[in-house]
């Protein structure tokens, strides 16, 4: 069992560069591969970055490739999301999830953590 709580969000201004931590419960936290995703008012929970269980491996969504940089730190039980350059468009509730595979699919994620808004202004 892996208990996920996300802080980090709030408002921000277009622009700017806020991140966002993960914090995880339980020591297999470094076996999972971690993730983040966003879901907008009216619109599906989407893929944002995800980060191999060593941290060696990252992969990103298209629109933030390039503006944010996923990270981990296993000896804290954290994963982190370094969101630069936001746009208005970021807007969301962002989620942290682990799975046992470094995927993209959102179905092959079992544990979510319970999400911080991230609402940027222009």
């Known amino acids: 069992q892996v208990q996920l709580v996300e802080s980090g969000g709030g408002l921000v201004q277009a622009g700017g560069s806020p991140r966002l931590s993960c914090a995880a419960s339980g020591r297999t936290f470094s076996t999972y591969g971690m993730g983040w995703f966003r879901q907008a008012p009216g619109k599906e929970r989407g893929f944002v970055a995800v980060?191999?269980?060593?941290?060696?491996?990252?992969n990103y969504a298209d629109s933030v490739k390039g503006r944010f940089t996923i990270s981990r730190d296993n000896a804290k039980n954290t994963v982190y999301l370094q969101m630069n350059s936001l746009k208005p468009e970021d807007t969301a509730v962002y989620y942290c999830a682990a799975s046992l595979k470094t995927t993209s699919r959102r179905t092959d994620y079992v544990y979510w953590g319970q999400g911080t808004q991230v609402t940027v202004s222009s």
């Open positions: 980060i191999s269980s060593s941290g060696v491996y990252t």
